[in-house]
Nanobody
């Protein structure tokens, strides 16, 4: 059974940074693309960033490009999201996700992520 445990959220001011971590178990991590999604109050969950199974390809939603960086440590079964220059509109619960099955594709569309963590709250005050 896939288990994803996020950590690193918190309350920060606009312009600050946070680093989210997600520890994964129950899957062959090194073969799985990983992603981060977020859900703000009264909004649908949205894609934030993803990284290919080997780490060589990364993808971001437009609003976080240049501010957020996704990375992974396959030796520690962990994926990270470094968030810089945070804005109030980044406030949301952030979820770690794993692709539904090892595809070995460089790009995995958001719809192909099917395992989720419990989420970590990120609140950015203005």
């Amino acid at each position: 059974q896939v288990q994803l445990v996020e950590s690193g959220g918190g309350l920060v001011q606009a312009g600050d940074s946070l680093r989210l971590s997600c520890a994964a178990s129950g899957l062959t991590f090194r073969r799985s693309a990983m992603g981060w999604f977020r859900q703000a109050p009264e909004k649908e969950r949205e894609f934030v960033a993803s990284i290919s199974w080997g780490g060589g390809f990364t993808y971001y939603r437009d609003s976080v490009k240049g501010r957020f960086t996704i990375s992974r440590d396959n030796a520690k079964n962990t994926v990270f999201l470094q968030m810089n220059s945070l804005k109030p509109e980044d406030t949301a619960v952030y979820y770690c996700a794993a692709e539904k099955g090892p595809s070995y594709k460089n790009y995995v569309p958001p719809s192909e992520f099917g395992s989720w963590g419990q989420g970590t709250q990120v609140t950015v005050s203005s």
